[in-house]
């Protein structure tokens, strides 16, 4: 991991600052808590993209533009006992989500496995912190989610579907479970939103232009992107000679669980604008499933079994110059050993930002920042 110059917020003053701000823009005490920690453990894992780098602008600026809703109201549309929808009525979509990840979790402790789906939803965080839930409970996670569109399919230059993570989570023996949270494009939305805080260009390569082209400015990256006149590119780029039709495969299935299993809007219906432009809601749909270990041949022999095959992977023969060989949710395990003990590293854009909600808000907060 690369020397850190950013200086830190402590866990504990960001999650409280967080809930406050949060609260102070209308969410719920119970429901900020939630949403402060699903931020905060994008970050513990190192995923900037999805932390505190979007919490102005992809919850406290939609909330304030009428997007997405800070109460959240959850209806049971169906019910069964191994399966649930929900509609999470234009609320805090990581609300939702901890809703339907408690209630599976307790059918696939009675049942063996529970799936549940979410309509008229909003962005809920990473993935795999849905996932995490299961696989604390000893049990396996899946997760996936619509986004609103910025991939474009193979052959394509339309961003058509969102970066629809397909997103697994299982216990090992390990310290550390085999998380893959991944978005199935090459580059997710929040990447870039995070090289243009940086003042970084996005690598050539991701993003495809109308004609066909590329583009590494990540400013203007998100304005044309916006506008349809670019795209993100599925895993395995462009055509088919790299493999870029299985990514499009993936992020297709993502897209059709999500909408179809609860009857949901999808692709362009998911922008966040309407025929004229103006906001709406996102209306996104998510899916979750969860496995339990215990009805098929047990939880300690599941656990020893990925514990052994991760082993066996980072044990292998190395490529030249390579140092190790990683699993999935190992780097991100390493990630929070490196940062427990130090807390939210803060770049300059976002030290702004909090500043600026701080005294918006008129809250007693003061960084470590504000004294250097």
Known sequence: ????TRPYVSWE???????????????????????????????????????????????????????????????????????????????????????????????????????????????YGIAGYWTTMAEKAGMIGISGTNARPSVAPTFGVEPMMGTNPLTFTMPTDEEFP????????????????????????????LVVTKDGGTMTDSGKILREMRKGDCALLPIGGAGEETGGYKGYGFTTI??????????????????????????????????????????FMGGDVFRKTAGDICRGLRASEKAPGQERIYTAGEKEWIAWQERKDKGVPVGESLQKEFTALRDELGLPYRFDFEKQ
């Open 254 to 295: 993502v897209e059709i669980l999500s909408a179809a299993l609860c009857g949901g809007p999808f692709m362009k219906a998911l922008s966040g604008k309407d025929a004229n432009g103006n906001n709406t809601m996102y209306r996104l749909g998510h899916f979750f499933f969860v496995i339990n270990p215990d009805f």
């Open 178 to 205: 085999f998380n893959f949270d991944c978005a199935t494009s090459i580059v997710q939305n929040g990447k870039i939103e995070y090289y243009e805080r940086q003042g970084k260009p996005t690598p050539a390569g």
């Open 13 to 123: 003053l960001m999650n409280s600052f967080m809930i406050d701000v949060f609260k102070g823009y209308g969410v719920p005490e119970e429901d900020a808590k939630i949403c402060a920690d699903v931020l905060l453990e994008s970050d513990r894992r190192g995923i900037e993209s999805h932390g505190c780098n979007r919490f102005k602008p992809i919850y406290l600026d939609r909330i304030k533009n009428g997007t997405l809703l800070p109460v959240t109201k959850i209806d049971i549309l169906k019910e069964t006992p191994t399966t649930i929808v929900m509609d999470a009525n234009n609320g805090m979509g990581m609300v939702a989500a901890h809703e339907m990840m408690t209630r599976l979790i307790e059918k696939a402790g009675q049942y063996g496995m529970a799936g549940g789906a979410i309509c008229n939803s909003t962005h």
């Open 1 to 4: 991991m690369a020397e850190e």
